[in-house]
């Protein structure tokens, strides 16, 4: 019979097919199996665990090694438990094979520290319980039997770290049990006994015959932490293993960092009553991460114009309470007020990111205004009316149009001046959220943008200039180092 070629080519092509799905269905069916719930597959087969966790390798007649036990450690059953976050490599050898499977250790929430010696690490070597009756007391009800145990726990750190304690919880007939071994060192065995009675009517034939103690828990604490295994539910768990008594920490605009020299980095005006405090402003904590803010006002007379001072509040569930305080200026809204409002509505929008409304106002500032070489620099309100209405001036005339602009939008921004050398020379610094950044509107003979550049970016450019850019370092604050911006 002849075969047909378009018939051969089209089986052939099934075929194909068909095995590339096998091979699919056959690597999911394989990573369900080593995959627990709680864990994932990233690129190139590799599971991500969070730290303190555990999931179970399954493979028949297999044994494991981690390449790197301070990160995960691995038992004899395949059950792999996180230590630390980083990455590490479990041999899986099956006679003559040994295959790889790649383990990425990731934060647990906000619990970021790791433990020397975990759960996995301990070995139950002896576990014995007896009993035996001991009396019989008459009541009113009748007669009630007491039976004495005695239980025998050991346990051995196969780690190579000391666990600061190990306990185990138990239950005999109903009673809980809590034992504690203490301090383990590395390669250490350990000896719990547990004496006393329970009645006899609560033993049951299953705990006589079974001779050995009803482990519930295991919990083995270090570097301030603990992981506890759940010998019912066989389950890995992390937890901290010291009382909170760290406050949470307050950063951002507080202190000696909430105004430079006379001027407050928070501007609020009397008549908003929606201003953000805690845009510039965060509270953290080493348990909790990001914690909830508060802030006490009652200092601030918002109908009067001035510098006041607030107070911040921190606290965290375990009732550790932190306070900062801060300076801002309070201000009224005025005629430079409303005409910058103006130009603001056609040039921003309220939903752009700091960055981009600053660049707008900077591009805004840079074309509207002509450099003339004069200005009015008995205050700089007047100069920016002065300024924004007929479009001429000096430098002084671009920094304070640019002050009143980024100041309306709500973007920080401080005076900087010339420290030394030929003439006065005004610019702004300009605070993006991830730092100061040096913002100078005017125009230079040899071209260039200076909108959000870095301290680095401005000193360099000045060595170059003739040193145009001299600034008081010591009391303008440092800028951030990430460049966002290029002068050419």
Known sequence: MRLNRNSATASITTCRIAAYIMTVLL??????????????????????????????ITKKNASYQSSDTSIVWVNEEGIVTAKKIGKAVILIKQGNTIKKQKVSVIANEKK???????????????????????????????????????AVLEIKNVGKKAAADVVVSAEIAGKKLTLSFGKVAAGKTATVTAQGTVPSSRVTEA??????????????????????????????????????????????????NSYNQKMPYQVVYGDDKKYDYFQYVKATDDREGKVKLTVNTKKVDFEKPGIYQITYVATDKAGNVKRARAKIEVRKTKQVDQIADQVLSRIIRKNW???????????????????????????????????????????????????????RAGIPNIEVTRHRGAGHHWWNMVYTGKGW????????????????????QLTNYSRSHGNKYIWNYAKIPKSAKQTLTRIF
Not at 33 to 47: D, E, T, V
Not at 212 to 229: A, G, W
């Open 112 to 150: 970021k520290k790791g433990v020397d010696v975990c759960t996995g690490e301990f070995v139950l070597q002896t576990n014995t319980l007896t009993f035996a009756q001991t009396e019989t007391a008459g009541t009113e009800m009748g007669t009630t039997g007491q039976d004495a145990y005695s």
């Open 27 to 56: 690597g999911l069916v394989l990573s369900a199996l080593i995959l627990p719930a709680g864990s994932h597959a990233a690129r190139g087969g590799q599971k991500k665990i969070k730290l303190g966790t555990s999931f179970r």
């Open 207 to 256: 705990e006589r015959n079974a001779a050995k103690l009803d482990c519930r828990k295991l919990k083995v604490y270090s570097n301030h932490m603990y992981t506890c295994y759940d010998f019912v539910q066989k389950k890995t768990s992390y937890h901290w293993g010291t009382a909170d008594r760290t406050p949470p920490v307050i950063t951002g605009f507080i202190g000696k």
């Open 353 to 407: 990111s700091t960055k981009k409304k600053a660049t707008a106002i900077y591009n805004y500032t840079r074309r509207h205004i002509v450099y003339v070489g004069t200005s009015n620099k008995n205050g700089w309100e007047q100069e920016a009316i002065h300024g924004i209405r007929y479009g001429r001036g000096d430098c002084f005339t671009y920094y304070a149009v640019a002050r009143e602009l980024l100041t």
């Open 437 to 456: 950044y040096h913002y100078d509107c005017g125009p230079r003979i040899g071209g260039g943008r200076f909108c959000l550049l870095t301290d680095a």
